[in-house]
Structure formats: C-alpha cells, structure tokens
C-alpha cells in the first residue's frame, strides 16, 4: 500500500520530470535530477495548497480567540489556577470552533511526504544491478527507463545520492544543512503567530518552532543531499506562497521584548 500510494507515484514523477529536463542539454550541465526534484517539490507545493489554506485558518482563528472578550475574562478570572483555566479554554475552543493543532498538523502531515521521497530518491538513482532491477519493478510502463538510467546523480558541487559536503581547503562545510536551519526557521517565524502566555497548544508550538529546524538540519546532514535540497525548495516555495497571500509577519522575527523595548522609547 505504501508503494502504490506515496513511492510509486514519486518515483514515476520524479523519472519523468528529469526525462524532460535531461533533452535540454545545457540543463544537464547543472544537473537534471536536482532541477527534477526542484519542480517535484514544487508541484507538491501546489498540491498540498489546500492544507496551507487549513494552516492560515487555524492560525487564524486562534488569534481571534486570543484578542476575545471572553479569553480575557477567563485569564483574569483563573489566573491562579492553571489547571481551571485550561479546562475552561478546551470549551471556549468547542464553542469558538478552534482547534488548537489546526496549524501544527498540515506541518506534521509533511513527514510521509519527506520519508516517501526520500526513498523515492534513493531507489532513483540506482547504481549496483540489484538496485536498477529493484527498481523496475516501481516504475510505470509509459516510463522508458532503460533510456534515462543511471540518472545523473550531480547538482552543481553535490552527489544527490550522499549527504551534501562544500570542502574548503579540505575542511568540509554542509552548506545545505546550514541553508534547511535557515529556510525552516524563518519559515515558521515568519508564519507562526506569537503564542500568548498560557494558551493550549503554546507550549507545543514554540517547541515545534524551536526543534523543527534543528531536525531538519539534522536530516539534511545526515541524509542524501537531494533531501536536503527538497527542503530547502519547499521552505522558500511556502514562504512565496504565504507572501502570496499577504500573510507573512515580518515583525515576528524581532524577539516580543525587544519590539516591546523598541516601541517604549
């Protein structure tokens, strides 16, 4: 069922983008398979559009719920007991129709995505006669695949198929690893509302925003390279596409008490 429904129809994605792009000789030069995984991710973006409008909802609906008259008076009326007050916030949540996860979830929707192409790279670029024989028995009929392998596994200075090093002076630098922190980091600060003090859920969405660049950071490193350029693509694609929307808060990446400080003076 995995197969059919995630790594099938990635392989066969992938191996088709690339087709079309290897016909381009000059694009070959930079390498196909990299601009392959460029597009895929994408059209993966476009595809999974709706999630990102649930995301932008959610998100949404909770900072009604924070600037509400009756959050207010619940936080003044249990500010001593914790343990009411957010008893009490699970039913202004029912009766306000917020989910409290509602912008964590299409982010943790993506896993099977990232586990799903990552083997779909891996099985792509086969090398041994085990791997090409593997596989053939992915790939769609209408994919001539005998005409594109081995696939070219450069992109620029990088083997897709091994973690991604820049060596300077004989010291390497994971230079994409670096850039999956950034991206991710700047994705989910420029996206995120500022969680207020107490609220369901804020204490799972600062640690997501705090440890999710550092697993994915971690991934990149550790992981093919072409896994580490989907993420990269896919956190700068989810931040055009938010920017789209007017939706970005640039002011979310100064630090609350420092704008605070900013704004007293």
Known sequence: MWDTLIINPMINTLLWIYSVLSSVGF????????????LFTILV???????????LKGAQAMQDMQK???WQALQKKYKDDKQKLQQEQMKLYQEMGVNPLGSCLPTLIQFPIIIGL????????????????????????????ARLLPINNRFLWMNLSQPERLYVFGIGIPVLA???????FLQSRLMTPPAQPGEQGAQ?????????PLLMGYLALTFASGLALYFIASNLVTILQYAAM??????????????AAG???
């Open 27 to 38: 694009l070959e030069v930079i390498g196909s398979f990299g601009l392959a995984i460029i």
């Open 45 to 55: 973006r476009l595809l999974t559009h709706p999630l990102t409008v649930q995301q």
């Open 68 to 70: 509400s008259k009756e």
């Open 118 to 145: 990552y083997q779909a790279i891996i099985r792509a670029l086969a090398v041994t006669p085990q791997q090409m024989v593997d596989l053939y028995t992915h790939v769609y009929p209408f994919i001539d695949v």
């Open 178 to 184: 670096v850039l999956v922190v950034a991206t991710t």
């Open 204 to 212: 799972m969405t600062q640690a997501m925003n705090l440890y999710m």
């Open 246 to 259: 007017g939706k970005l808060d640039w002011k979310n990446l100064i630090p609350r008490k420092a704008a």
């Open 263 to 265: 704004e007293g003076k």
